[in-house]
């Protein structure tokens, strides 16, 4: 099992490396450090990173700093997580990457193509079929309704969905109306995929299952993911590589890579060496470096 | 962790002491028609009571008792004519005034919304004229627009224009943030997040604002008939004109049949109210006492 803190980006890129992200895990001399670091890397390495934040700060103009000078890349097809306290402006990130919110400082280059977002709570239309709902960025996207109906349909096929078609959002669990909000993203076959602590509001059965079927999408559609959580083990599930922030101003204090391949089964969870590397995160998460 | 599962799910299950459900639901339908009849069985005796016990024959025209009232209110041809006739007139008066009303209201609130100047020169206007007396400047409305149905419907519309242009402006502006967020991430136009967000997710609130505005036009068509009475005599006018004649049994009829119009009006606005927001909305929703 390898562990590797403080690499904030593939070091191909052109991204500044802050020396101060060299962080705990190495001078700590920890015995998590072992084997072929430099390879699992390289696989990142090809072509620019999908996203790429270079230094970026965020000051609200009330003064409340959100966050400090951050750089983090995520690779095309890689999967991030990013975990903190709450207040931690892992949010925030997101809000910066897909525009709905500017920086006050750094820069931030997403690759050209569509964006997924994946808001907290599901953000469907209750007047709206799921059908309709899944529609919806198709439909503002001017696609033909031939067309869309055509991408609605593969989307409700992809996330289990078929048979709910005409359900109205009030008549679905949390767990499939966070499913609608996943079709709904996918029809726009994002090469970006932001979410923002999806399945925070789900319980944790549902929540798992969730988590299995977002990798079985994610081996599919070979998106890059930036997925955000307070929670470790979802964070360690999912990502390849888990980013620890610092409570506000939000800092990147550490970066752990995830040393299990894809696919992944939900017993991994009850891994010895999984509840390792969750401990792991978890010190970084309570300032306790290890 | 090693957690017994055989002691958790040996954790008890409520006891279904409950009816089957479906006689539960017909024990609430009973009730719900019989309390309100118990209610109802209790006022008559109550007018009975003031009628023939409290008030002597001499006095008992001050609150005739209800036979008397039907027979000389609903039965006697003559007046059943004169009290409907009165009532379609005020009638007529409201149902204009309201329509007035509602596109007005309407057209001001939605430019309030898409602009915070209009709002801003417009809000403080809009309470004022909430908050003049009606009643404080009848006079004038008839010194200028003489003492006949336009200003009838005008009092309606001064009455009820208020509460359409809160209601609106409130559904319009109180739209999740995150589904301003969606709208936006998809680069939507204006009119397509007027017409395919902001106007649906306004439409419970709107329909609230109709039904209280069609309640005071009502109330609005009444109090018009006491002050203008030229044209047709409406409903107001009529009970006036009831009253100075000590004609208490006609009287009696004719507020009964201005609550009863009341009363369909308020009826008409909820069939409306879940017939455009029922199927996805929770405030429209037929109650069920479950």
């Known amino acids: 099992m390898e562990l590797t803190a403080g690499v904030p980006a593939p070091s191909g890129s052109n991204v500044a490396k802050p020396s101060r992200f060299r962080s705990p895990l190495e001078s700590a001399g920890t015995p998590l450090q072992a084997g072929p670091v430099q390879s699992e890397d390289a696989g990142f390495q090809a072509g620019p990173p999908a996203v790429a934040f270079r230094q970026v700060s965020k000051t609200y103009a009330d003064g409340t700093r959100a966050l400090s000078e951050v750089s983090l890349s995520v690779a095309h097809g890689e999967m991030v997580a990013i975990v903190g306290p709450s207040g931690c402006g892992k949010s925030t990130l997101l809000r910066l990457a897909s525009g709905l919110s500017v920086p006050s400082g750094g820069t931030i280059d997403v690759s050209p193509g ?24 198709a439909e503002l996207a001017d696609v033909p309704k031939k067309e869309r109906a055509r991408l609605a349909a593969e989307a409700i096929e992809l996330t289990g969905l078929t048979g709910f078609e005409q359900h109205r959002p009030r008549a679905l669990s949390g767990g499939m109306r966070m499913r609608v909000s996943l079709a709904r993203a996918l029809t726009m076959r994002p090469r970006v995929f932001l979410f923002d602590e999806p399945f925070g509001a789900l319980d944790e059965i549902t929540r798992e299952r969730l988590n299995g079927e977002l990798l079985d999408l994610f081996a599919k559609e070979h998106f890059a993911g930036v997925f955000v959580t307070h929670s470790v083990s979802e964070a ?19 970066e752990v890579r995830v040393p299990f391949g894809y696919p992944r089964s939900p017993e991994l969870r009850f891994e010895p060496d999984f509840a390792q590397l969750a401990g792991q995160i978890s010190a970084y998460l309570r300032g306790k470096a290890v | ?53 409290l008030l002597d024959s001499s006095r008992r025209f001050l609150m005739p008792p209800p036979q008397s009232v039907v027979q000389v209110g609903f039965f006697e041809t003559a007046n059943l004519t004169e009290i409907l006739h009165a009532l379609w ?49 009848v006079p004038l409305i008839g010194f200028w627009f003489q003492y006949g149905f336009n200003s009838r419907v005008l009092i309606c519309v001064l009455i009820s224009l208020f509460p359409i242009i809160t209601n609106t402006l409130f559904g319009l502006k109180s739209v999740d943030r995150s589904h301003h967020d969606l709208f936006t991430l998809q680069r939507a136009s204006r009119w397509k997040r007027f017409f395919k967000l902001q106007l649906p997710s306004a439409l419970p609130a709107t329909v609230t ?69 029922g199927s996805w909305h929770d405030s429209q929703q037929t109650r069920e006492l479950e």
């Open chain 1, 114 to 137: 569509n964006l997924g977002y994946v808001f907290q709570d599901a953000t469907l239309l209750p007047w709206r079929t799921v059908q309709r709902n899944v529609e919806l960025l």
């Open chain 2, 89 to 137: 007139s005020t009638t007529q008066v409201a149902i204009v005034g309201l329509a007035i009303s509602m596109a007005i209201g309407t057209l001001v609130a939605v430019a309030m919304s898409q602009a915070i100047w209009v709002e801003s020169a417009i809000y403080p206007w809009a309470v004022v004229l909430q908050t003049i007396p009606i009643l404080a400047i």
């Open chain 1, 236 to 254: 360690a599930f999912l990502a390849s590589r888990v980013v620890v922030m610092s409570p506000r101003p939000g800092r990147i204090v550490a």
């Open chain 2, 209 to 277: 604002g109709w039904r209280i505005a069609a309640g005071l036009s009502v109330v609005g068509a009444i109090v018009g008939d006491f002050f203008f009475r030229q044209g047709e005599p409406g409903i107001g006018r009529l009970i006036d004109d009831y009253l100075s004649g000590l004609q208490t049994q006609q009287l009696f009829g004719a507020i009964i049949l201005s609550s009863l119009l009341g009363l369909t009006v308020f009826w008409i606005f909820g069939f409306l109210g879940r017939v455009l927001v």
């Open chain 2, 1 to 53: 962790m090693s957690v017994q599962l055989d002691q958790l799910t040996v954790d008890k299950v409520a006891p279904e002491a409950d009816a089957p459900r479906s006689t539960v639901r017909k024990r609430h339908r009973t009730v719900r028609i019989v309390a309100p009849m118990v209610v109802f069985v209790a006022v008559i005796g109550i007018w009975l009571f003031v009628s023939y016990v």
